[in-house]
């Protein structure tokens, strides 16, 4: 049998008395590219943050490898090390340059030495296209120059799983294209990938598993044609149209 | 030696005759404004820090009470310096240090004692908000990639809160110079003190504090300029440069085996470049010529 890399078992998350995840039940087999779509506020972004323990769930259980990370136990800095995100507002370190943004988390988390760092940062860098940039800072950087900076940051990390939320929705259209490329790629690589976003023609393409979400819940979830060919869920068909019809 | 007649003279005997203990108050005013407001950035660089680190209840509950005294007692430290006049503090901890605990500071002792901790306090408040104020992205950004909570504090945060509070530390810098004159109640040999001295001798105060102010104005003046201009070296460079050559990329690892056509690709754009660039100079030069 082959192990899911990520389960959520029973995942809820409550802000208050307002219930954002109501038992969600999901698995990521590796080498999977698992795309979240629905509508804001439907509780993507939040089950993608429960997945990386910047929230904590509050009922229910998230499993690495077939043990629980949510328990008491666990060190969530050696998880997250494995497991790397990418934001919407990217987050890059405004007071390193490029570079220093892509060696630091090996070196002080994965204790590599410097050249070491470097190399690998730079082998990153070269492939999101930053390679001529690595002097520059965050805030002399267009959007999408930050997010692929970012995504070199999270793959500096070697991790096994990656996460993207909304990557691509605070850019403009050349942006997102340049960002999208830049994740295709990763995805052909084999690279384990769960991704919140809007762009429906890259869940569609790119992604083997599709999640549909609505307040809170797990709608439908299937391969991309299923999904958006034969959607079955009346919530699913409404989305998609609203979509298709733009 | 006899007083002249006149305003400008007047300064000018001044000067001429007491120059010397004027520098030597400046020196000491100089001195506990410099130590103080640094040992002050210390203190509260330690309180903002430790009042920002977040405790889990239901993780470690020891911690999180054991925190939660090291709160209350940090909070009063910072309300009650800030909530008394230093002069007052001044008095208090000089005289009542030898009364009530037996120890003898020494005038400069107390000094030092005094400023930093008024400094402190004012300066925790400063740090806490300096950290409050980073975008929590930041935080989130460091935290997604592994890193604990100092690790992000030392590499992230830290850096940036400082250089958003450089100001306010250059405000209390000028704060202390000036406010090292209510020193003078424990005898402090500051400026102040050392000018009233003056001022007596010949019953000169007008124009004796008339040096005296100026002398003032030109050391917060100068310390708010070089403040200024650390800030500025902080911020680094407007521009920066693209790294076109194979030589930086490369580095100390051999992290590919490099494909000749993309050398020579390299090259070829290398090559395009520096003869743009050569014939822009060429032109400059004819136009300069013309």
Known sequence: MSEHVIEVKHLSKSFGDHEVLKDVDFNVDHGDVTSIIGASGSGKSTLLRCINLLEKPTSGEILFHGSSITGHDTDPCKYRAKVGMCFQSFNLFNNMTVLENCMTGPVKVLKKNKEEARSTALKFLEKVGMAPYINAKPRQLSGGQKQRVAIARALAMQPEVLLFDEPTSALDPQMVGEVLSVMRQLANEGLTMIVVTHEMAFARDVSNHVVYMADGVICEEGRPEDIFDNPKDPKTIEFLQRFTNR | ?290
């Open chain 2, 1 to 290: 030696m006899t007083l002249p007649e006149g305003f400008f003279p007047r300064i000018g005997f001044i000067i001429q005759n007491y120059y010397g203990s004027f520098l030597s108050g400046v020196g000491n005013t100089m001195l506990i404004a410099l130590v103080s407001t640094f040992i002050g950035c210390v203190i509260g660089l330690g309180v903002g820090i430790v009042q920002t680190t977040p405790t889990d209840k239901e993780k470690n509950p020891a911690a999180y009470y054991i925190m939660a005294v090291i709160h209350f007692i940090l909070n009063a430290y910072v309300e009650i310096f800030r909530g008394t006049p230093m002069m007052v503090q001044a008095m208090f901890i000089y005289y009542g240090s030898s009364m009530v605990f037996g120890i003898d500071l020494s005038m400069y002792q107390a000094a030092f004692l005094i400023v930093s901790i008024n400094t402190g306090a004012y300066m925790a408040e400063t740090v806490r908000g300096g950290i409050l104020s980073i975008d929590p992205g930041q935080t989130e950004g460091a935290m997604a990639i592994g890193m604990t909570h100092y690790q992000t504090m030392t590499s992230v945060i830290l850096p940036q809160a400082v250089r958003n509070i450089m100001p306010q530390i250059g405000n209390n810098l000028i704060i202390n110079i000036k406010d090292t004159s209510v020193l003078s109640v424990i005898g402090v040999m500051e400026l102040f003190y050392t000018t009233k001295g003056i001022a007596g001798a010949y019953y000169t105060y007008f124009e004796s504090f008339t040096v005296t102010m100026v002398i003032y104005f030109i050391l917060t003046f100068v310390c708010s300029r070089i403040l200024r201009a650390i800030e500025h070296k902080m911020d680094g460079p407007d521009n920066y440069e693209l790294v076109l050559s194979d030589a930086l990329t490369m580095g100390e690892g051999n992290y590919r085996v490099r494909k000749p056509e993309s050398n020579t690709n390299r090259d070829l754009a290398e090559k395009k470049l520096r003869s743009s660039a050569e014939s822009a100079i060429e032109k400059g030069n004819q136009r300069e010529g013309l």
